[in-house]
Nanobody, 121 residues
Framework: VQLQASGGGLAQPGGSLRLSCAAF????????IGWFRQAPGNERERVSC????????YYAGFVKGRFTISRDNAKNTVYLQMNSLKPEDTAVYYC???????????????WGNGTLVTVSS
């Protein structure tokens, strides 16, 4: 059972990146998937969450209007499209799965590896 996050890298302020979270060894059909991030010296914070069907989403206020979460259950993958990136978005981004639904505030059953996003000119 594994979640694998990818798609991080270096982006300029105002730029875009798309993160992917692929699940292996289990089906995400019954799980809400969340994206979290942790910057150096900071606590981990919740960024976004999407319910099992994709019909309900949650966004933290600091990304609302800039990031979009989506899922493709057929590909067992969840995405985070990040636009209008800011230097303060620099962090390691993690995905996680929970059976407790949105807003992914408790009981994360599986955690993925992190992918580093750096926003800098």
């Amino acid at each position: 059972v594994q979640l694998q996050a990818s798609g991080g890298g270096l982006a300029q302020p105002g730029g875009s990146l798309r993160l992917s979270c692929a699940a292996f060894g289990f089906s995400i059909d019954y799980y809400a998937i969340g994206w979290f991030r942790q910057a150096p010296g900071n606590e981990r914070e919740r960024v976004s969450c999407i319910n099992s069907s994709g019909g309900v989403t949650y966004y933290a206020g600091f990304v609302k209007g800039r990031f979009t979460i989506s899922r493709d259950n057929a590909k067992n993958t969840v995405y985070l499209q990040m636009n209008s990136l800011k230097p303060e978005d620099t962090a390691v981004y993690y995905c996680a799965a929970t059976v407790y639904g949105t807003p992914c505030s408790r009981g994360m059953n599986y955690w993925g590896n992190g992918t580093l996003v750096t926003v800098s000119s």
